[in-house]
């Protein structure tokens, strides 16, 4: 049975772990709080600069002083950055896990931010974001991240605001890294064949030293407020994004929401997939999920087509969600997806970065460090009867934020149904 750990170094610094048995590799990785939640307001980008600018060299290794290094120990690795963290990790054999560590603490506790480096990191981050508005997907999902957060550091973009991309300056990439990139503020986490003893007297000769007790301020709970979003632009699509309020991470109900979304939209044979897709070819892709937040998470639903498909389409997604709170999922709805999910959980259990990320997302978001075994038993706990009250206490069709894409006017969109 796998096997966690937990401890506290004296500089405040969270490790974490869990092995695993029949692997010979293993995932190391790091959250630090300071996702782009915490950027100023016109500075939205200041985290994705930073985490981008991690691997461009340090004080004592230049970008391709630590990509030669990382490559000859066999490591596939890379940065992240998403509302509240910005993460670094890699996979390797477990017998290189210590020299690993060695360059990563060097990366997260030292970087540079070399000039010449950084003027090419904001040419590739401003492609970066003229290629998300080339995705009309990705910027429905960004004006409903704007929106159903109006004025909550979560409605943040976290790959930036091209205009805070072209103006942020060295300094100020230094003073975030400073303020936040803190002990106190990171966790430490490694999954797969390792010695726990031997990686926290690893982590204690890497990272012991690294000082800062200043930790990211709290992020207040959101309050979105119910209503209908269009952006209108001529265009041959239309594109329709609908969120609403959900549980929690660490909720009672969390694992009956994901059994209730994947019922509703998460795969080919989900209601939405059959009900809009195959019985009626309105769009050409549809789903939703459930996705999961530190104080409160939502229900997603997404939906692309064409404007003349565009009104029907709203209105049966409308008509499937509030079917789903009425009705409830079925006995047969329910087992189906509930060993579909347990299979998701057992297939990811085989994998140390899905472990790893686990590991950290639990600990950063609950606190509290969760086997595998307690999730699949959880799982296994869920009742039809359960998803049906979480249903009736957070209904997917009530408090809907809309957005919409495309040509279509609200009235045109929305006819009768009106507001959600």
Avoid at 205 to 227: D, F, M, N, V, Y
Wanted: proline content about 6%.
């Amino acid at each position: 049975m796998p096997e966690q750990y937990k401890d506290t170094l004296p500089n405040g610094l969270t490790i974490l772990g869990e092995r695993l048995e029949g692997v010979r590799s293993a995932a190391l990785g790091f959250v630090v709080g300071a996702g782009a939640a915490h950027d100023p307001e016109s500075r939205v980008g200041l985290a994705h600069f930073t985490e981008a600018m991690l691997l461009e060299g340090t004080r004592t290794r230049s970008s391709r002083e630590i990509s030669d290094a990382l490559d000859s120990l066999g490591v596939r690795y890379g940065t992240s950055a998403d509302s509240e963290t910005v993460g670094f990790s890699g996979q390797m054999v477990g017998t290189n896990l210590g020299p690993a560590l060695e360059v990563f603490a060097d990366v997260l506790r030292n970087p540079a931010f070399p000039d010449q480096e950084l003027e090419q990191t904001r040419s590739s981050i401003l492609q970066e974001l003229r290629h998300e508005e080339d995705e009309p997907m990705v910027q429905v999902r960004n004006v409903l991240r704007k929106v159903y957060y109006r004025g909550h550091p979560y409605s943040k973009r976290p790959s930036g605001e091209p205009q805070a991309i072209q103006e942020l300056t060295r300094g100020e990439l230094q003073e975030h890294h400073g303020r936040y990139f803190t002990p106190a503020n990171t966790i430490c986490a490694v999954s797969g064949h390792f010695d726990w003893d031997e990686f926290r007297a690893m982590a204690e000769r890497s990272l012991g030293t690294w000082q800062g007790t200043e930790k990211a301020p709290e992020i207040p709970p959101p309050s979105p407020e119910p209503q209908i979003h269009i952006e209108n632009r001529e265009s041959q699509q239309e594109h329709i994004a609908e969120a609403a309020p959900s549980v929690p991470y660490g909720h009672s109900d969390y694992y009956a929401a994901i059994i209730a979304a994947e019922v509703l939209g998460g795969g080919m044979s989900s209601r939405l997939f059959e009900e809009v897709r195959e019985k009626r070819g309105l769009v050409y892709q549809v789903g939703a999920s459930y996705t999961p937040g530190r104080h409160q998470g939502s229900w997603r639903a997404y939906a692309g087509t064409t404007p003349e498909k565009a009104p029907q389409t709203y209105a049966v997604l409308l008509h499937e969600m509030r079917k789903l709170d009425a009705d409830g999922v079925t006995e047969e709805e329910f087992e189906r997806f509930q060993r579909s999910t347990r299979s998701s959980v057992i297939m990811s259990g085989e994998s140390t970065g899905s472990r790893l990320r686990a590991l950290l997302t639990s600990w950063w978001y609950e606190g509290r460090l969760k086997p595998l075994s307690y999730v699949r038993e959880r799982i296994d706990s869920v009742t039809v009867d359960q998803v049906n009250n979480l249903l009736k206490h957070w209904p997917v069709s009530e408090r809907l934020v809309v957005c919409a894409l495309g040509p279509n006017t609200r009235e045109e969109l929305t006819g009768a149904e009106g507001n959600p």
